[in-house]
């Protein structure tokens, strides 16, 4: 498939505030005892950031100004179930940094509206993954291990963006309680992913040129695609990189955005270090961004047999 910028940025962004919320919200049923202007901060970058993926999500569009029509068929769509569901979730995160401003009740911040984001972030998460499991055609994707791997990416990146605001704010206490869990679970990830791709390794095409064109010829070859010129079929649902191209994204997007991570977020535990914390969060955004560029290029779509491939 071919990677769309304003995907990659979509689910990149949105995963990590995500994460971010659902650390906050963990926070304060755990009874942290969170400052309320860092609390009431932190909220607030979760909605900046959700508003920026869902602003470029709309470059992904064709006609933006019908973009409203996208939530029309939430009976049988994960996609707009997905439009509905996000901006629900930043209004719900917005009026939590409101309600943290404002000193509306505990009951509220540190009792129902966490509960609320936990659920809605998971949610969301499940509505975006299914996107693409759904798709049963193309086997890459059509699989429980992608709603497990957009959820824990998006709460890797998120753990680790939480403890990198503790540090910024200074609220090393907080800091200190999340990064180890950003550890454990930027791992849990990792592994999680090892095992798509190595059941992605093993796939064979269900599609061939005999299925395809219904000739049973054994020796059927096919000598050029389908089309002279360039279309929508060529340019969307192929990347146009070469395997060794993909190969090389494989082994960054595993070190940017879980090895070195790790390996940030493990001197910041031993040597208390912040800057190491910080540093961890640019350094995974791209490690993200590389994977998800890679989830979407090593799918195969049935329609290249005829439009990309030449024998």
Sequence with gaps: MHPAWSILLFTTIAGAAQGLVVALAIACLAGMGLDSRFLAGSLAVAAVLLAGALLASFFHLGHKMRAWRAALMWRTSWMSREVIALPVFIAMVAGWALAVATGAGAGWTHGVLPVAAIVLALGLWYCTAMIYACLRFIQEWAHPLTVVNYTLIGLSSGLVLAAALGVLAAQGAFAAAVAPWALGLTLLAWATRVLALRRNAGLKPKSTLQSATGIRNAQLTQRAMGMTGGSFNTREFFHHA??????????????????????????????????????????????????????????????????????
């Design 242 to 311: 070469s395997m060794a191209v993909l190969v090389r994204t494989r082994w960054l997007f595993q070190l940017l955005g879980f090895a070195l991570p790790m390996l940030l977020v493990a001197v910041a535990l031993v040597t208390g270090s912040g800057a190491a914390l910080v540093l961890a969060v640019p350094v995974q955004f791209a490690g993200v961004l590389a994977e998800r560029w890679f989830f979407f290029a090593q799918a195969r779509h049935p329609q290249n047999l005829y439009y990309q491939f030449v024998a």
